[in-house]
């Protein structure tokens, strides 16, 4: 296990934080970099037009070890939408077929599909909810009218994971597309990129990879490599190192998936911090964090079951994130309750979600739980 390594973040000590989930805390070296990132433009003499692209490749490829992607595959985004509206700009919907999504799934990965879908005469199928196996329901759920599954490998509500390479293997009978949002596990569950071969992946930064808000990155799948881009920036383009020669407009691309680029994806403040972070994770291993939170998980949901309250089982969610339901829901003060002894959780549907990260101790756990037991 990983030691606590909350000496690497400003968190008071009086303060529990967890819920990573919802935006991670800052460390102090991503805080550094952005600092010196800021002061940077002060000298913009000092820029040189190399700077526009050093950084970038430098994190691509940091992001491409610990996703165990191959770099030319990588993309910059600044949000998950931006990512999703890429993926479906690139998958071809027609009359009839049906783009399959979780029930109660975060709305970014779903607003654009009930679009395409409209404008194609297909339609969306749920996957209905449920407290048991969520794999087998997504399973059932994709059909031969399947075109498109757009789906996490854990709920962001509540952690129920999915087991992702049965779902690439069903997709791959059906012909569907498999479009993965790691937003909440991407840095902290790992996953074989290669045997599961999805077509797009989409994660932000500012959750578990411990980076920046509005900083997020994408693999795409190089047969979507031909596909167009959202938009058309001068930095995408074949030979644009050369500031002298940008008048010469050219119709090649970048190589890789470079072409999918955000605009200004040099940003010279995001960029560093979203390094620092993922240096950071480099350092500990993702296996490492994955096995460490586990840890943590496991101790809340045996401290859940003792005050009865419901849980999954430790096959059905993941290592990291988990829900706590409350018999007759989430009682209307509790999160205030907590509050007040500076104890943060999030509330998402029918769940207490609860998302530790290595700067928790078991004294956050033995915190969170006096707090519950007295509200109750």
């Keep these: 296990m990983i030691p606590s390594q909350k000496h690497l973040f400003d968190i008071p000590n009086e303060v529990t934080y967890l819920n990573c989930a919802y935006l991670s805390p800052q460390l102090k070296s991503v805080q550094a970099a952005g600092i010196q990132g800021v002061s940077g433009k002060s000298s913009p003499w000092e820029l040189m037009p190399q700077d526009f692209f050093t950084e970038s490749e430098l994190c691509r490829t940091l992001f491409a070890e610990i996703m165990g992607a191959d770099r030319e595959n990588v993309a910059f985004i600044p949000s998950a939408s931006y990512g999703i509206a890429v993926a479906a700009a690139n998958l071809k919907l027609k009359s009839g077929d049906e783009v399959v999504v979780l029930a109660e799934q975060f709305p970014s990965n779903y607003y654009v599909w009930k679009h395409v879908a409209n404008l194609a005469g297909a339609s969306i199928r749920t996957v209905p909810k449920t407290d048991s196996d969520t794999t087998a329901v997504v399973l059932d759920t994709i059909i031969e009218k399947t075109a498109i599954v757009a789906i996490p490998n854990c709920h962001w509500a509540d952690g129920a994971s999915i087991d992702i390479q ?16 790691l937003s909440q596990s991407a840095g902290v569950m790992s996953i074989d990129l290669d045997a599961v071969n999805p077509d797009f992946v989409i994660t932000v930064g500012y959750k578990w990879l411990l980076g920046p808000y509005s900083f997020g990155y994408m693999i795409i799948n190089k047969k979507h490599h031909d596909g167009p ?7 995408a383009r074949e030979n644009s190192e050369d500031f002298s020669d940008l008048v010469l407009y050219r119709d090649a691309f970048q190589p890789g998936a470079r072409k999918f680029d955000v605009g200004e994806r040099s940003n010279f403040v995001l960029m560093p911090m979203a390094m620092a972070a993922l240096k950071q994770i480099s350092e500990w291993g993702v296996g490492n964090i994955e096995n460490s939170l586990s840890h943590f998980t496991d101790e809340i949901a045996k401290r859940a079951f003792d005050l009865g309250l419901t849980i999954r089982n430790k096959k059905q969610r993941a290592p990291h994130l988990l829900g706590i339901q409350f018999q007759n829901g989430v009682p209307n003060h509790l999160t205030e309750s907590l509050k007040r002894e500076n104890i943060y959780v999030s509330v998402r549907g029918n769940s207490m979600r609860i998302a530790p990260y290595l700067y928790n101790t078991n004294k956050d756990i033995d915190r ?6 007295q509200s109750l």
């Design 166 to 181: 049965s779902v690439s293997d069903r997709c791959a009978e059906v012909g569907a597309a498999l479009v993965l949002d």
């Design 229 to 235: 881009p959202l938009e058309y920036n001068w930095m």
């Design 368 to 373: 969170l739980f006096s707090a519950i037991k």
